[in-house]
């Protein structure tokens, strides 16, 4: 479509322009937080530029809906930078004629109208072309999810019940914790982007549920493949495979949360391995799980922390407490939350709880690497992100068009209102661009999983933003009733809002992620 070639050239050229006068401005990214503001600007105009860049290569079939969301991101992207214009040195951020031309044509109400009457008759589905086996994979996952997860979606999230253990069993079953584990570990090694796919239907389905349940077993299988000691990889990187052992990732302390450097929860060494002591906060799934991934500082320094898998017994409920015959103790306590119900997230007290020195992930040689590996998880666990927003997304679609098309108001279904049709088609087109830059993310990692974080950081920054957008404008659609707990729609909202929280809260991921890579040389 010449109007998205015409968008890919005037948004990269504008982006590049803001990127390298920030990097001018920071001296390499040096000073970003001197400049918190105009970073953060700019990081998240480079990423627009990069979704638009990608909704270019989509498949022919989508050329609408990633036309309409390549012209609103262009004029997003422009007004972002207007105001941090005089601080970067630029001048007013302009387009010419033709793109203004190509922004009009792509955001006109008729055209945006057109692509939610599509909606409302295709009941919110817009398939994304894929290869048989991809094809394959997700139609196996959504058939899955609408027999196993759908029907019990709701009543988890009202009573804030613990996902039910049919669901791991069922999953594990069917390869879905060994997406990515190599086949020489007991995994299937289907790629990232199957594995996204698999998360977005089961997110579709329920993301607390379902949706996040691979995504702890694929932080931790992440951080041994990249630093684990062989016996590590072939001890643990199965059991994550088939679901036997079940993980939680533990980073977050009460006092310290983006500043992973300032781990303060302690591990000490002791005869035979190590005893770890202190706090821990939003441990997601902890009670139920079988091993925390757990970040400790084991000497003083940025490079004092070190990775440990800790073993617990299982526990079920809110609260939980163990002890060991050493005499080490640890305790946990979900905290409430109003939504992303199902996983339970603990606060977690250690006192000289014993892990033995096997279990220090890579040996010898992990110690103080902690932060590294840890990393290698969350790059992980952030395109994760992106694919589990996109299955928020596409449920919201789903559920609104269905109620437009049905809800009468005024003698006539709301769906034949142009503001109705025009609502929807922005969400469908939300969707669209969401999925261009997480499934290019996918393959990026599969190519090159360090090369790729980056790319997987902007992916979960942009799909997230917009899963809040998508699922409150599809509540709106569906006035009063959007508010009430009878209909799903309330809960895809309460659950959006962590999207952009987790692994990496946003204004962080912008700052010290995307901006930091952008503006580094």
Request: proline share 4%.
């Amino acid at each position: 479509m010449p109007d998205l070639a015409i968008l890919t050239a005037a948004t990269r050229t504008l982006a590049g322009l803001a990127v390298e006068a920030a990097r001018t401005l920071t001296r390499n990214g040096e000073t970003v937080d001197d400049h918190q503001v105009v970073v953060e600007r700019v990081a998240y105009a480079a990423t627009e530029a990069r979704v638009i860049e990608e909704l270019a290569t989509v498949p022919a079939a989508l050329a609408g809906p990633a036309a309409a969301a390549a012209g609103d991101l262009a004029q997003s992207l422009r007004n972002r930078l207007e105001s941090v214009a005089p601080a970067l040195g630029l001048g007013e951020p302009r387009y010419d004629d033709a793109t203004r031309e190509a922004i009009v044509n792509t955001t006109k109400p008729e055209f945006v109208e057109a692509l939610g009457q599509l909606a409302i008759t295709n009941a919110g589905r817009f398939a994304w072309p894929l290869d048989e086996m991809l094809n394959e994979v997700r139609s196996n996952v959504r058939a899955f999810a609408e027999r196993e997860i759908a029907p019990h979606a709701e009543r988890i999230h009202h009573h804030d019940e613990l996902v039910p253990e049919r669901f791991i069993t069922e999953m594990a079953k069917l390869g879905y914790f060994g997406l990515s584990i190599p086949e020489t570990y007991g995994g299937t090694e289907l790629g990232n982007l199957a594995m996204i796919l698999t998360t977005e239907e089961l997110s579709r389905a329920s993301l607390a549920a379902a949706g996040s349940l691979i995504t702890r077993p694929e932080i931790l299988a992440k951080a041994l493949i990249a630093g684990g000691t062989e016996a590590q990889k072939q001890h643990w990187l199965p059991k994550l495979a088939s679901g036997e052992t079940m993980a939680a990732i533990s980073v977050t302390e009460p006092n310290t949360g983006s500043d992973v450097a300032s781990v303060s929860c302690r591990a000490t060494k002791v005869d035979a391995g190590w005893e770890i002591t202190g706090a821990k906060a939003w441990c997601t799934f902890a009670g139920r799980a079988d091993v925390i991934a757990l970040l400790a500082r084991t000497s003083d320094g940025a490079k004092g922390l070190t990775l440990f898998i800790v073993e617990k017994p299982r526990f079920e409920g809110h609260e939980f407490a163990a002890k060991q015959p050493t005499g080490g103790t640890l305790e946990g306590k979900a905290d409430r939350t109003p939504g992303y119900r199902g996983m339970h997230s603990f606060g977690l007290s250690f006192d000289r709880w014993f892990v033995p020195e096997a279990n220090l992930v890579g040996g010898d040689a992990g110690l103080g690497r902690g932060f590294a590996l840890q990393m290698a998880g969350f790059a992980a666990g952030r395109l994760q992100t992106g694919g589990r927003a996109c299955g928020l997304m596409a449920a919201a679609l789903e559920q609104t068009s269905r109620y437009v098309a049905e809800r009468k108001q005024f003698g006539k279904a709301i769906g034949e209102y142009g503001l109705t049709r025009y609502h929807l088609g922005r969400m469908a087109a939300r969707l669209i661009a969401a999925r261009a830059i997480t499934y290019t993310a996918a393959r990026e990692m599969d190519a090159d999983e360090r090369g790729a974080a980056p790319i997987a950081a902007m992916a979960k920054l942009f799909s997230c933003d917009v899963a809040v957008e998508v699922t409150q404008l599809g509540q709106l659609l569906h006035g009063g009733w959007g508010y009430a707990e009878e209909y799903p729609i309330s809960r895809y909202v309460a659950d959006a809002q962590v999207l952009p929280i987790f692994e990496g809260v946003k204004p962080i991921l912008a700052l010290k992620v995307v901006g930091r890579s952008l503006l580094a040389k």
